[in-house]
């Protein structure tokens, strides 16, 4: 008999016809999710995917793999289809459980929990910005341990995006920066379909887009016609050739295939209905069942034996990079898996040790910079800048070199300069955490955290190890009055969910959040510091306690069993709760005074402890310059809190303090009342 005939391949339409059937069949099971991006971005994803995207799905870890961001990631059935499709760890029944409680497809991809996701996004722009941060550590990774004939770090950064990613403004402050930087690794794919939600854009998005980025110094190419595979192919292998970041823009028709909802907002946010769904299959001509790809169509996307190859090449040339430069290979391995060095843990115990026997009084934004002149040199992964307020915020050390873009590319200093970008600088350092190799901090102003604020979200639901330094944390800016003074902002981040937050007293407690902040490996840092001078103060707790967010900083005369009253404080206002605990000792009063600079620390430690340093049964009374609503969970209703519960004053420090009643004497007398009210009941 004769051999039976070759099996047929299949044709590149098979292939992208395959994503748009995965993608509107799960979202017309789930009853919600958003087809028609993906079923329109079908021939950009092949051109990237199966051509030029550098990835191994058996390992979704390799340092030197490219970047993948689905910036507009409403369209996340896409990316589920691509990760399927090509060999990922994503079997098809989990792209049949889309948004569906615990399967590993959720409406918007979510890093850490779907394999071969590199960010979690949803809210637009932030994914565009992060992959600048990406961009940004790989060339700075790159300029650090590559050597000559030795390209260990040398991979590339691709995005997605939609409209609203460039509508939102981060995409200006994030796209600014990377054309400054020269970032010529990234290549962000514009899907320029002319559909949002409302319906056209055109009636409120009629930006020159193209003009725009070439503004920002990028390299703009198109539009190409984005069902074209070839002329997205070609358009890529021109942005590899460019000496600067490239977008793009490949115009495509929303819901391409469905013959009734394509080129309309009916595909942008909504199941397509069962009707339009088998229309859909009948118009491009695809038989099979939901969520059946042909065995010919699976075997062209699958991608894992080329990905073996690409490590297997990458790991050899590792090896001899290892044998040529021993001591490079070891610190670019520690770096790539997140671990700081093994001497850090004695830089803190010394640099504590230090502070205790200067007994320095400053403003703790200053503690702040001498943390990092000590803890920064000792981790050279650490690199952080300001949204142009280096002076103010102090986050330059004196070693650290300035990040510049010149011809060459960029040089690899250590303090970034990110101008007015609150957002922007936010989810670039997100972007930067996310790509390993660096622990990014970043600084502003505590009240223009509002301007970051999703960001600071975003890290703590990714659990990235990020510092946000916020400075001139409370009234005590003074003058610049209540545009400038933080008072709900505390409060606010302490109620992110997995964001710890620190506000420290002195120069020992700021070291020691420092620490904390940069040893925590599952989530972001706030450190919430002072303009205004704070003296050192003696506390009887070690470090250890220190860490464990709220301590006993000084006990009541005669010991806590003679305490009638806990003084809880933090930051600034720990020494107001500290000098009037030597006013009620001499009017025979003893109180204990309980520092928590950390209330997101303290409230994990476990019950005995908590009770230890907050005893039941003694009237709590706390102060902090901020609003009071928070502080009640520690107090309850047999004691009182100082605070400020409205906007602030423009004048000077002292003056604002004591308009709002945070004095000593103020403290005193609302102890007292406390105390006299409870003898009463």
Not at 197 to 202: F, L, M, P
Not at 297 to 304: C, E, S
Not at 325 to 349: C, H
Not at 638 to 649: K, M, T, Y
């Amino acid at each position: 008999m004769p051999d039976s005939a070759p099996p047929t391949l299949p044709t590149r339409a098979q292939m992208c016809n395959a994503l748009r059937a995965l993608a509107m069949d799960a979202v017309q099971k789930a009853n919600s999710g958003h087809p028609g991006m993906p079923m329109g971005m079908a021939e950009v994803a092949l051109a990237l995917w199966h051509h030029h995207l550098r990835h191994n799905p058996a390992d979704p870890q390799w340092c030197d793999r490219d970047r993948f961001v689905l910036s507009n990631g409403h369209g996340s059935m896409l990316l589920y289809a691509l990760l399927h499709l090509t060999g990922y760890d994503l079997p098809i029944e989990q792209l049949s459980e889309f948004r569906q409680l615990h399967s590993r497809t959720p409406g918007h991809p979510e890093f850490g929990l779907t394999p071969g996701v590199e960010t979690t996004t949803g809210p637009l722009g932030q994914g565009f910005a992060n992959a600048v941060g990406m961009a940004l550590a790989e060339r700075l990774l790159a300029a650090e341990f590559n050597r000559p004939g030795f390209p260990i770090v040398d991979h590339r950064t691709y995005v997605f995006a939609g409209d609203g990613c460039l509508m939102e403004g981060i995409s200006h402050e994030a796209a600014s920066l990377a054309g400054t930087w020269r970032l010529d690794r990234l290549v962000v794919i514009y899907d320029d379909n002319g559909i949002s939600i409302d319906g056209e854009v055109k009636h409120w998005f009629t930006d020159d887009t193209a003009a725009r980025f070439r503004a920002y110094r990028w390299n703009v190419i198109g539009p190409v016609d984005g069902h074209d595979v070839e002329a997205v192919e070609r358009a890529i292998r021109e942005a590899h050739a460019a000496d600067r970041p490239t977008l793009i823009i490949a115009r495509t028709v929303i819901g391409k295939g469905s013959p009734n909802r394509a080129g309309s907002e009916k595909a942008h946010g909504e199941a397509l209905g069962e009707t339009e769904v088998a229309a859909t299959r009948a118009a491009i001509g695809w038989p099979h069942p939901p969520f059946h790809v042909p065995d010919q169509v699976a075997a062209a996307w699958d991608a894992r034996a080329d990905g073996a190859r690409r490590q297997a090449q990458w790991d050899e040339l590792f090896a001899r990079y290892e044998q040529r430069f021993p001591e490079l290979a070891a610190e670019f391995r520690r770096r790539t898996r997140g671990e700081l060095p093994v001497d850090f843990g004695a830089t803190v115990d010394h640099a504590v040790a230090a502070a205790q026997e200067k007994r320095e009084a400053v403003a703790t934004r200053r503690a702040s910079q001498l943390a990092l002149e000590r803890l920064a040199e000792s981790a050279p992964e650490m690199v952080g800048g300001s949204a142009d307020l280096t002076g103010s915020n102090l986050t330059k050390w004196g070693q650290a070199a300035p990040l510049r873009a010149g011809e060459d590319g960029l040089s690899s200093g250590r303090h970034i300069n990110f101008g007015v970008r609150e957002f922007g600088m936010s989810a670039i350092a997100n972007g930067m955490a996310l790509h390993g190799g660096f622990v990014p901090f970043v600084g502003t102003f505590l009240v223009f955290s509002d301007y970051a604020r999703n960001a600071l979200r975003m890290a703590a639901l990714m659990g990235q190890r990020v510092v946000f330094v916020f400075t001139h944390d409370s009234i005590g800016l003074g003058e610049d009055g209540p545009t400038h003074q933080a008072v709900e902002h505390a409060a606010s981040l302490r109620l992110i969910p997995n964001m710890d937050v620190w506000r420290p007293c002195d120069t020992v407690e700021t070291l020691i959040a420092w620490a904390h902040a940069i040893e925590r490996r599952d989530g972001p840092t706030s450190l919430l510091l002072s303009r205004q001078a704070v003296p050192f103060l003696r506390r009887r707790a070690d470090a250890e306690a220190v860490r464990r967010g709220g301590y006993v900083l000084s006990e009541a005369a005669g010991g806590v069993r003679k305490a009638r009253a806990v003084l809880i404080a933090t930051g600034s206002e720990v020494p107001l709760a500290v000098q009037a605990q030597e006013q009620l000792a001499q009017a025979g009063v003893p109180v204990r005074v309980v520092s928590i600079p950390s209330t997101t620390v303290f409230d994990r430690q476990d019950a005995a402890y908590k009770s230890g340093v907050l005893p039941e049964g003694l009237p709590r009374v706390a102060i902090e310059a901020g609003v009071t609503d928070f502080w009640w969970k520690y107090v309850r209703s047999n004691g009182a809190v100082l605070g400020v519960d409205r906007f602030g004053e423009s004048a000077p420090a002292p003056i604002v303090y004591r308009h709002f009643g945070l004095t000593v004497e103020n403290l005193v007398a609302t102890v007292q009342a406390v105390l006299s009210r409870e003898k009463q009941k």
